[in-house]
């Protein structure tokens, strides 16, 4: 018996000599939720469309439950795909869309009427049955492509930038809707999105891709604290990326020559000379006196501009006698004026080292 | 604020071509309620005299309901066989199917005389020989492509995903089709039904070259003018002209019903 929900194993895509997805193996658990995260042309749309059976791979198998699906029709699938336009029935009404897949089930009429009620309880549209499609809202329809979808109970979920339509209120609403709903069914979610942000806070396991490869892979927080990339550094929210070379190794710690001086890391094990890049994210650069024995001081610089943003200060500093502009993100309790002077610092572990990529 | 000014002579142009347009089929009317005997000025009456003569006469009304039912049963499958080929390579598409389509809309640039003369070589080979029933074949082979093209071209890619998500919930291409994607798409339908109607219900040439003993109104309407130019033949084709105003008013109606709701 296989242990995986999911298995991509070697799914390649290409068209002509666009090539979509490479070599992609994945293999994802029962019950999870996993993001598909990657900019456009990523290929994560690809991968949805192949794991509903939308799009055949060039190469490689997919497997459901330990069964080969790669050739099945999407009808034969134990997935159902939410459609990034909801791509609902208009002439249907609301319970009649619901209702749909059950009706090709031969499921009989009444068991239908019920199953159809209760998908569409669980979606917040209790009473919405009759209403017409075009009679309820953006995020209502939504939520009818939802209750469309789960009301067959499909082992695997797939939705394809469910989001992407809403405005942001609805959005973060849904976002915590979608992942209560996965708990509560136990079912394989696998939602597609351009915004790290819905998927930091909505993933298991975020996958995140790039060109069709997989970047990074793993739990938000892991994925944002030690990316596996340069690219995956960047993509998960602001940073600074510096370059750097070792010049010390000691007991788990990297000490490394950079444009800003000495900077201790706790991560990685290279080389003496070895070229690294560094990525400081700007909720790690604090300003003042360093404090604790670990703390690693970056001199002092002087603030550009400053813009408040409720939660914090996003700030331009300039290192003295260098020219490295860093982004920072200061508390929002305490006033920061522009062309102020301050220390910088930073905990040797919130510095990320990241293998310089060859090319 | 300076008001733009129509030039004179715009409204000129526009007024000749409304005339143009319209005068003859208003002579057409206006004589058909002569009360002499010729169509011609000056005009003396209203009278439905030739309405009544008209209507009275068997061979015409015979015709009218010869052409009613080779106009409703060829389009009918026109219809239908186009609806059927637009979703098939609306599915599938491909190189070939991309062929396909061409092929299906390529005899929208042969003439009817052409087409027609092509059939009626074809059905006396094959001692099918001239009917009713070849004139409603020919019907349908010059309004299957029109029909066809319509169609298609309405089938956008909001179907796309509405396709699929049919297919994903577990309906095959019939019930996809027949649940789903035919009565989303049935104003556009009706609408070219009734345009295909319009066009059966005035075609003369096919009909015809195809038809032998019972004939469709037209033809019939030319029969009568080879006998004699009658305030008849102007009621007969008032009748003609009004029954197809009826089907393009349909069709327009269709359309924008389609229109009216929406995505």
Redesign the interface.
Known sequence: MNAHAVEIRDVSKSYGELVALLRLSLAFKPGEYVVLLGPSGSGKTTLLSILGGFTAPTTGTIHIDGRDITHMPPAQRPTVTVFQDYALFPHMSVAENVAFGLEMRRVPRLERRQQAAQALALVGLDGFGERRVHEVSGGQRQRVALARAIVIEPAVLLLDEPLGALDLKIRRQMQGELHALQRSLNATFIHVTHDQEEAMSIADTIVLLNKGRIEDIGPPERVYRRPASLFAATFMGDTNIIEGTVAAVGDGEVALDTPLGRVVATSGSKAIGAKVTLSIRPESLRAGKASGGQACPLGSATIEDVVFQGTHRRCHATVDGGNSRLLLSLPADTPVPADARIELWVRPEEVILIDREDE | MARTRTPLLSWLLIAVMLVFIYLPVFVLVLFSFQSGDLPVPPLDGPSLKWYVRALGNDRLTGALWNSLVVGVLSSAFATGLASLAAYGLFRHQSRAAGKVRMLLMAPLTVSYLIIGLGLLFVFNLSGFGRSLLAVGIGHAVINLPLCFAIIYSQMGD?LR??D?????????DF?TMF??IM??MMPSILAVFCLSFTLSWDEFIIAFLLSRFEVTLPVMIFELMRAGLTPEVNAAGTIVFAISFAAAVTAAIAVMFRGE???
Request: overall charge positive.
């Open positions: 909001h995903n509405i699929n998500a049919a297919h994903d919930l577990g309906a095959g019930a649940r789903v009565p989303i709701r929406g995505r």
